[in-house]
């Protein structure tokens, strides 16, 4: 091979590679399970704050996470949490994304009452939150 395609071999090679590790840099990272999980625990904990008043008139001051399952049949997403330390409440979680809708899936009517309106709670709700990963 003359001087001239050695160069220009070398000179690809270069660019395949500097464009692998520029896309690579650019490329948005996933995030891990562990950092799903704490942000749905985030998004639960609002959900309750927002759609749910406990039966015996006390606020929502405590909200921990129990159980945090996949429903490997559908994909699903089951959290529980203790609320106040005594009130035990589902939910299901279609998606591990902040899109994913929520929904109540298993709750006492005689520990929680759901709204009828729904509060939006804001970035900072007033409650002390117990992550699954922190027990």
Known sequence: MNRHKKWGIIALVICIIGG??????????EKTLEEKM????DRVAKFLVSNYDLADGQKIERVEFVEFQKNES???WRI???VNG???ISVKIDSLN?????RSSNYSPTEFIKREHKEEA????AVKIIYLEER
């Open 98 to 102: 902040e899109n994913g809708k929520i």
């Open 74 to 76: 559908t994909g699903s």
């Open 122 to 125: 804001g970035y900072d709700i």
């Open 86 to 88: 005594q009130y035990d």
């Open 38 to 41: 704490r942000i749905e625990q």
């Open 80 to 82: 529980t949490a203790k």
């Open 20 to 29: 692998i590790v520029m896309f690579s840099l650019n490329h948005p990272k």
